[in-house]
């Protein structure tokens, strides 16, 4: 392959970062990082493409942008990759960890926002590809090749032969894992991704981290249509400066301080709703609004459980808003304050009928169900209509309990 182009050398650019992470400057952080791959990639052949919007208005296959190849695949598809190929830095949300947006036993792991970035190769590149992701990682991230693993995620050994054949690959650590095995879907038509995981070794607690991919994009009759690298940035770093909670190298950190438990629920779903304001959404009932509308929903179930007042939660919003530069945030934030605050007297409606209904004053023949139309017509979720009515009224509570 041509010579790799490298920027930085093997310790600058993570000590940079660790110092601007320890100072709590995580947007400038973040900024080193993707200055130093937009930097790295054009250097080496790659063109710039501008992100996909957060709310999908180009794939109807999803409604937020979930990963940086939304930003891509009309050239995928089309097979028009010049040069080395593209590269684009996404803002993502991962949607999927919201099946549990009710549950506050469930706390998940990592962001819900989170910014991905990516290279989209021409077909017939794997290996310049392979020798491009790991000459990034070492030479401009700064993270030695010790630390690098590249587990398989399909058994066709000709993913890992560069890193047998190349000089560039060959002192990289590979290794096998049968629990590994994952086909990268696009939401297109005939086509998957097979590839390499890149794992980090974190300090924080030795163990492997899964931080990016290598992927050969193939159609049905196992042509190659393009390869694909990405990595999220927080997550990268996470492992890369040794740090075990993801969220701490997420912007909401430098706005609220985090705490182990439901906190990081809360800091990890008030992040994705303010970049989701951002990005255009409003409280509704269809795709992307009802979605945005059902998070905020759950931070304010969340909310309660810390003992937070909305004016807490608003403040967090305000600065992280203001921290973010987002346009027009006061008024859009403002519009989701009277939401809340529409929502709790509802709630607080539920809570007056369950005590008419307790105290044998309501008219109705069957009160029961008279509870929870009303629940249903105010868009009162199950979990919130249990939450508030357990302790005082358990038997009507229960009405509401394990129903999804």
């Known amino acids: 392959m041509q010579e790799i182009e490298r920027i930085g050398n093997q310790s600058s650019g993570l000590d940079i970062i660790r110092g601007k992470y320890l100072r709590g400057e995580i947007i400038s952080a973040q900024g ?34 979930g990963a940086s190849i939304s930003a891509l695949k009309e050239e995928l598809v089309t097979g028009k990759i010049p040069g080395n190929g593209f590269f684009v830095i996404q803002p993502c949300i991962r949607t999927r960890d919201f099946k549990n947006g009710f549950d506050n036993e469930v706390i998940p792991f990592g962001q819900t926002f989170f910014n991905m970035v990516c290279t989209l190769s021409r077909p ?8 491009e992701a790991i000459a990034y990682i070492e030479g401009t991230l700064g993270i030695e090749k010790s630390r690098i693993v590249i587990i398989p995620t399909s058994t066709n050994d000709d993913l890992v032969q560069p890193f047998q054949q190349s000089e560039v690959l060959r ?20 086509v998957s991704g097979i590839g390499l995981s890149i794992n980090i070794v974190n300090p924080a607690d ?16 196992n ?14 770093l996470s492992a890369a400066l040794g740090v075990a909670e993801p969220i701490r190298m997420s912007v909401i950190s430098q706005v609220e301080q985090y705490k182990e438990g439901l906190h990081q629920k809360y800091v990890t779903y008030l992040e994705a709703a303010l970049q989701m304001m951002n ?20 931070i304010n179930l969340i909310r309660k459980s810390l003992g937070l007042n909305l004016n807490e939660v608003l403040n967090t919003s305000s600065k992280y808003s203001e921290l973010r530069e987002f346009p027009g945030w006061e008024e859009k934030l403002s519009s ?32 029961e169900i008279s509870l929870k139309k009303y629940a249903l017509q ?7 209509a249990f939450g508030v009515l357990n302790e005082r009224f358990s038997h009507l509570a229960a009405l509401f309990k394990n129903i999804k």
């Open 32 to 65: 080193n990082v993707e200055s130093g791959f937009r930097n790295f990639f054009i250097k080496n052949g790659y063109i710039e493409k501008t992100a996909a919007s957060l709310i999908s208005n180009k794939d109807s296959t999803v409604i937020f942008s």
């Open 124 to 131: 017939g590149r794997y290996k310049d590809v392979c020798e």
């Open 171 to 190: 002192d990289v650590s590979v290794r096998f894992d049968s629990r590994k095995k994952y086909t990268w879907k696009y939401g297109i038509p005939n």
């Open 206 to 221: 030795g163990n492997l981290w899964d931080v990016g991919n290598i992927v050969s994009i193939r159609n049905f009759e």
């Open 223 to 236: 042509v190659e249509l393009g390869i694909e690298f990405g990595f999220g940035i927080e997550f990268m």
């Open 279 to 298: 990005a255009g959404a409003i409280i509704g009932d269809k795709k992307a609004d009802h979605l945005y509308k059902q998070y905020w929903k759950s």
């Open 336 to 367: 989701v304050a009277n939401f809340l605050n529409k929502h709790e007297k509802r709630i607080e409606g539920l809570v007056y009928f369950a005590n008419k209904i307790n105290r044998g004053r309501d008219k109705f023949t069957n009160p």
């Open 378 to 384: 105010n868009g009162i979720r199950n979990e919130e």
